[in-house]
């Protein structure tokens, strides 16, 4: 097999340290050599290993994405005289048999000496601080939603019915029914004239809502929650407003996002940061689909396709695209939420919210790489397209029904 790299090194990463396997492949009469060192993972020794490599003449390294340990060593290497790769884990399995920190790294090596590899999308400094920025605030959000189900708990414990009545009871109204629960009052009338807006046209029945069983165990409970949601939300706000900062060169692209059904400005924030709004990155919507983890898998042996379940991609930018979807699936209206309907008939919800975000992370791809707007086709898209097929089919259910029709134009 042709060498590409005569001079290429593998890293075996751990907490700990890494094992580095420096391959010098041979020539003529000379055998390849492969030496194995084991450097620590702290940056002084980082730092030492890059001039290590340097010495070496190391063309290409290549490491392991093992946990977010990969961090410490990439980010120090990146900057070195070589070409870095960072690889799956999954395309770069050793063989079976006796499995050691060193071997993987010889196998690594080799792999990168005939190069068999194929490196991972790591963005550059800016979209990284991004990304964490992005990632935290859903964290915190999906928390933030944990704790709010808690206090619901707590609520059903003492025979309060408030999520009955209020369909957000961390809402405005909510809080403040919460908070004064909390403080010590317990008539239900005064409770329910705290609510505000919409919430003020249910008060008859947020009353009898607020008849129960709280005590003050229950009081402790819910102040501790509270308190929890109102630090959240804090540091919710913190972020975006963080976030709003870093993404001043991107507005256009987040505008150019925004127009698609059912992407709003944070599902936008988190397909920039994750894609880093660089589309080169990806030859063509298939592959950024697939990346995304938004496409069936391929496994075919014999003629036969073993599996074709969704393969595991970017699991935060195929969250954004399942909250999209299923806006997409509540909301009539659009194109998408009738192809939605039409595909959820034939192969059932779960496939059809799948297909969507086939869908959604193709537009995606297409308007960002042409800097174009989206265009709605409407809801009656498919009729549009073939209106006989609309018309046959619309007669074929009369008919199904006992009924004969004849039609005519209507006039103008």
């Not at 499995?99 to 999308?121: E, I, N």
């Not at 950024?288 to 069936?296: E, H, I, Q, Y």
């Not at 919800?349 to 791809?365: D, F, P």
Request: with cysteine; hydrophobic share 40%.
């Amino acid at each position: 097999m042709e060498v590409l790299h005569a001079r290429c090194a593998g890293l075996d990463i751990s907490k700990k340290d890494a094992k580095v396997c420096v391959r010098v492949a041979g020539s003529g009469r000379r055998k390849t050599v492969e030496t194995v060192t084991t450097w620590s993972s702290m940056t002084r020794d980082v730092l030492a290993l890059r001039e290590h490599l340097s010495t070496e003449k190391v063309t290409c390294v290549v490491m392991e994405a093992t946990g977010d340990y990969w961090k410490t060593f990439y980010y120090v290497l990146e900057d070195g005289p070589f070409e870095l790769m960072l690889v799956n884990a999954r395309d770069v399995k050793n063989l079976p048999g006796r499995k050691t920190d060193v071997s993987d790294a010889a196998w690594l090596a080799q792999l990168a000496a005939h190069g068999l590899v194929r490196p991972c999308f790591v963005p550059p400094p800016p979209i990284r601080q991004l990304r964490d920025l992005t990632r935290t605030r859903t964290a915190i959000t999906r928390e933030r939603g944990r704790t709010i189900q808690r206090v619901e708990k707590v609520l059903e414990d003492a025979g309060i019915k408030l999520s009955v009545v209020a369909t957000d009871i961390a809402g405005v109204s909510g809080q403040r029914i919460l908070r004064a629960l909390a403080n010590g009052e317990r008539n239900p009338e005064v409770l329910a004239d705290l609510s505000v807006r919409q919430l003020r046209a249910k008060i008859p029945m947020l009353t009898q809502a607020l008849e129960g069983r709280f005590t003050d165990h229950h009081a402790f409970i819910i102040d501790m929650h509270l308190t929890s949601i109102e630090e959240h939300t804090t540091h919710i706000d913190a972020l975006t407003e963080r976030i709003e900062q870093l993404m001043a060169p991107f507005r256009d692209i987040r505008e150019l996002l925004c127009t698609i059904p059912g992407i709003a400005e944070g599902t936008a924030d988190v397909i920039i940061a994750e894609t880093g709004a660089d589309m080169t990155v990806f030859p063509d919507a298939g592959h950024l689909a697939s990346w995304a983890g938004v496409c069936p898998g391929h496994h075919e042996s014999a003629g036969r396709v073993k599996n074709a379940a969704t393969r595991p991609g970017n699991r935060y930018l195929k969250g954004a695209l399942g909250a999209s979807a299923l806006t997409i699936a509540r909301n009539k209206g659009t194109f998408l939420h009738t192809k939605y309907v039409r595909l959820s008939k034939q192969r059932g919800q779960g496939k059809a919210i799948v297909a969507i975000e086939r869908t959604l992370i193709t537009l995606i791809w297409t308007m960002i790489t042409n800097h174009t707007t989206y265009t709605e086709p409407g809801p009656d898209f498919y009729q549009q397209r073939n209106p006989e097929r609309a018309k046959n089919r619309a007669l074929q259910q009369l008919r199904d029904l006992g009924w004969e029709a004849t039609l005519q134009p209507a006039s103008a």
